[in-house]
């Protein structure tokens, strides 16, 4: 009977630990680019999506689908009161969302870029930034997702980049902005490919298998970027980390 009892508390012991260490694999792969930041010593202070897909041609074929096309996108992103422009050359059509508000900022673009020699191979785009200010953990994700289905539901693929910045006050001594760059790709489950170092400037790019997505450069995947510049300016130390790589100014 006591036999019995242990082999039923070790497998409920076991079952524990199987959904604990699940809950944070699945943790870190969602979020690999926030933990890596607290690695790093900072708080995630900022964060952008940036996403971008090729949609059907019927889906814009006038100026009005392109209007339609971007009021939906907002709708479905849970914004309203923005503002709304078009933009019109003879190869490109455009529909412009934006909305600005306190440490957000939220654009999107339907656009047709005509052919130069058959209206059938005219091309149609859908992009979506958000720059914001994180509230939680989980809002980085969570635009993702939103980012995600939004593009989905116009019949797109989405392509997207994901930047995060922090900082720390001051300047680092030699060698602790190394150490917290190996601090973020350890964190990270990352793999080196290249490392770049400047004056007050450094940055390592690199693998992670736990992210999807990636670049092939030089017959190598690529798909997590870290860099930290010190700003005399302020005296803080940036470090900013982007997937598949930084895709804004740095």
Known sequence: MKYRSRILVAV?????????????KNSFEREPLSAAMHAMGAGVEELSVNAWANLPAD????????EAVAHSAMAKLGISGYQLSQHQTDYQHMARAEWIADYSHVVVIAERISSTKKPEQ?????VVLVE???????ELQAWQNKISEVIKNFGGFPRISTCLVGWLD?????GETSIALENGFKTANATMIDSIRYDNFASNTGYVPGITEYLEVGGKKVNINMAMRYSSYDDRTYITIGSPVITREY
């Open 12 to 24: 409920i012991c076991l079952v524990f630990l199987c959904i604990i260490i699940g809950q944070a």
């Open 59 to 66: 889906t814009g074929q006038n100026d009005a689908d392109l």
């Open 122 to 126: 005219d091309e149609v785009y859908l």
């Open 132 to 138: 914001t200010k994180p509230g939680s953990e989980t």
């Open 170 to 174: 001051g300047k680092l001594e030699d």
